[in-house]
Every structure is written in structure tokens, then in C-alpha cells.
């Protein structure tokens, strides 16, 4: 596809519940990225996958968040047991390599939770 | 710990009127400096990256420079268009990217 792709664009859920996002990269990119832009603020990493594998994953607020990617393509988060605080924008970046200066953002996914 | 600030936190500009945004960094070892604009409701749009003191960018209306506490995106005769908030974020050797607050600029026509 022409740029990076995430779906849902909006999700709303209940406290308590799982929810998946899905980051479509860029063809070709093997460095993967997940932010998390909590209203008004700047973004917070995640974490990221070079290829299949994820070096980091530091960035993940708690045991509730895990991520997976096939290949060099697509990719979930997976949020367990949803908390309110848990409500932000998710946004996937991809770029060429890991490291490599320019990152390409999706639009995000606006994730709700009552 | 590796930390980015921005200011101010908004900014308002009649059109014409030239401005400066702050990006000030405190971090173990700089790989490189990135700047980005954000539209509501978009993911950030890369706008320049910055490796070395001294250094400096230009893209249209835009300049970004670089010093060893911190970096400038200077705004030259802005444009309604120009709106956006602009997000300032550093790399560090070993490490992934870490993102400044942002600074909400609005340009009035």
C-alpha cells in the first residue's frame, strides 16, 4: 500500500475487556514501532520489531499489553482486561530499517474505554 | 534519564509574523534529532533530522538547527496552513525514539 495502515480507526469497549489493533507497514520496512499518545501529549514508545522479532519492549506499560508481528508485515497489540487508563491514541510507524532516520505513521487508532 | 521538552506549549501567530519553537534535550548519547508535524486526528508527518551540532535544515516557510542542548524550528512568515502541532523527538545510540510534549502552533489569517 502507498503508506502505513491501522485498524480500527476508532474502538470503543468496555472496562475489562481484551481489544486488538492492527498496524498494516509500509511493503518492504522491517522496523515496526508502537506509540501511545495519551490526549495533549506527546507520543510514548511501546515497543518495536525488527522483522518477526522485538529487541524492545520495554516501552509496554504492564503484563495487560503484548504485541506480535508476522514477517515483516503485519502487526497487533493486544490490550487485556482493559483499564479507562488505557484510553489514547495508538499510533504504528514503520520504517526501512530500524533506526533508519524517517519513520512513516499511521493515522492511529482511538481506543475508548468506558 | 533521557529527556525532551518543548516550548512554549502553544503559540499563536497572525500570519507574516516569524517565530521559533524549542526543542531542548538532556540524553547519554545523541544519534539524532527529529522533527515532526501532527495534524488533528493524524499520525506525525516527518519533517527533517539533525545528526550533529551546527547542523541545519530548511523546508519551505521552515528551518531546523541544531546545538548540543537543543534545537530550533524556526518559522519564517507562516501561513494559516502552517497550523499544526510540531513534535521534536531524539534518538539515542542503543535506544528507540523518545518524544517531546509538542508545541500547538496556530497560525490566524
Known amino acids: 500500500g502507498a503508506g502505513v495502515s491501522q485498524s480500527p480507526s476508532n474502538k470503543v469497549t468496555e472496562k475489562g475487556k481484551d481489544v486488538e489493533l492492527r498496524c498494516d507497514p509500509i511493503s518492504g520496512h522491517t522496523a515496526l514501532y508502537w506509540y501511545r499518545q495519551r490526549l495533549g501529549q506527546g507520543l510514548e514508545f511501546l515497543i518495536y520489531f525488527q522483522g518477526n522479532s522485538a529487541p524492545d519492549k520495554s516501552g509496554l506499560p504492564s503484563d495487560r499489553f503484548s504485541a506480535e508481528r508476522t514477517g515483516e508485515s503485519v502487526s497487533t497489540l493486544t490490550i487485556q482486561r482493559t483499564q479507562q487508563e488505557d484510553s489514547a491514541v495508538y499510533l504504528c510507524?514503520?520504517?526501512?530499517?530500524?533506526?533508519?532516520?524517517?519513520?512513516?505513521f499511521g493515522p492511529g487508532t482511538r481506543l475508548l474505554v468506558l | 534519564e533521557d529527556q525532551v521538552t518543548q516550548s512554549p506549549e502553544a503559540l499563536r501567530l497572525q500570519e507574516g509574523e516569524s517565530s521559533s519553537l524549542n526543542c531542548s534535550y538532556t540524553?547519554?548519547?545523541?544519534?539524532?534529532l527529529f522533527w515532526y508535524r501532527q495534524d488533528p486526528g493524524k499520525g506525525p508527518e516527518f519533517l527533517f533530522t539533525?545528526?550533529?551540532a551546527g547542523e541545519e535544515k530548511e523546508k519551505e516557510r521552515l528551518k531546523a538547527t541544531l546545538t548540543k542542548k537543543e534545537s530550533f524550528l524556526h518559522i519564517t512568515a507562516p501561513k494559516p496552513e502552517d497550523s499544526a502541532t510540531y513534535l521534536c523527538a531524539v534518538q539515542v545510540y542503543g535506544q528507540n525514539f523518545v518524544f517531546g510534549p509538542g508545541t500547538r502552533l496556530s497560525v490566524l489569517p
Open positions: 510507524a514503520s520504517s526501512l530499517v530500524q533506526g533508519q532516520e524517517t519513520q512513516y
Open positions: 540524553v547519554s548519547g545523541l544519534r539524532g
Open positions: 539533525l545528526y550533529s
